[in-house]
């Protein structure tokens, strides 16, 4: 089966749970497709330890740190949904795979709308993570949107786990 494995903050799989279940997956017989950010001077699109990745490359995403924040909070997140959905069609995917929450909604829309099972794999608990880490930065100009992103995360991982077809 061909598995797309969605991740939304990594240019490559550097977490060794990532490169592990790659790695499963591949031994028991699946052709893995891994969505992931594009870093600096890397390809499109490569075969990486015979995990095909496909790289984002979103404007702005090196860039100033509150303008990519902003994009990536408000329009990147939701965006992503298009791109799924045309990787599954191109790879004639059987299955995603999505880590954390910042693309599980988008996931799960794209799963549903093309009738494929969906895992997510939670790796942390996001809602709480942001919020921690926007304590820890006080990033003034966003504080009106902190409580707005804070309550769609909350909102959009109970949607995700209810769409999922299986929770690791």
Request: hydrophobic share 45%; net charge positive.
């Amino acid at each position: 089966m061909n598995i797309l494995m969605v991740l939304s903050d990594q240019t490559l799989p550097h977490d060794r749970r990532v490169e592990r279940q790659a790695r499963d997956l591949i031994r028991d017989g699946h052709r893995l497709f891994l969505l992931a950010r594009q870093g600096r001077d890397q390809p499109p699109e490569e075969v990486f330890n015979n995990i095909h990745v496909i790289r984002l490359n979103w404007p702005f995403l090196n860039r100033n740190k509150l303008l990519s924040d902003l994009i990536y909070w408000i329009f990147q997140r939701y965006l992503i949904y298009f791109t799924i959905v045309k990787a599954c069609r191109k790879h004639v995917i059987g299955a995603i795979h999505v880590h954390d929450l910042p693309y599980a909604y988008a996931a799960s829309k794209a799963a549903k709308k093309l009738r494929l099972p969906l895992i997510f794999d939670m790796h942390e608990n996001y809602p709480v993570l942001f919020e921690t880490g926007f304590k820890i930065r006080h990033h003034r100009l966003i504080w009106p949107f902190f409580h707005l992103i804070l309550f769609l995360l909350k909102r959009e991982e109970k949607t995700a786990c209810r769409q999922a077809d299986q929770i690791i």
